[in-house]
């Protein structure tokens, strides 16, 4: 069992930054290809971004790219999303999940506002 704990969202104005970590317990971080998703009410959860086990391979929903980066610290078993040049757009709960095979686990999400 993998338990996860989001954190660092907030409210922003438009063109300003934010950075969400997502924190893992247990012992086999390094296995996990690690995902950021978002929802906004009445629309389906959105593949942000998620980077596999090497650290070395990403992929970005299009509307994010240039502007957010995922990454990872397999030391601290966290995993990152810099959010640049944040638009309301973006405004949205945030939500980390790992998967392994066929497993996934997903955090409670972190709220993130972006004003005009």
């Known amino acids: 069992q993998v338990q996860l704990v989001e954190s660092g969202g907030g409210l922003v104005q438009a063109g300003g930054s934010l950075r969400l970590s997502c924190v893992a317990s247990?012992?086999?971080?390094?296995?996990?290809?690690m995902y950021w998703f978002r929802q906004t009410t009445g629309k389906e959860r959105e593949t942000v971004a998620y980077?596999?086990?090497?650290?070395?391979?990403?992929y970005y929903v299009d509307s994010v790219k240039g502007r957010f980066t995922i990454s990872r610290d397999d030391a601290k078993n966290t995993v990152y999303l810099q959010m640049n040049s944040l638009k309301p757009e973006d405004t949205a709960i945030y939500y980390c999940r790992a998967r392994i095979l066929s497993r996934m686990y997903w955090g409670q999400g972190t709220q993130v506002t972006v004003s005009a």
């Open positions: 980077i596999d086990r090497t650290g070395r391979n990403t």
């Open positions: 247990g012992r086999t971080f390094s296995n996990y290809v």
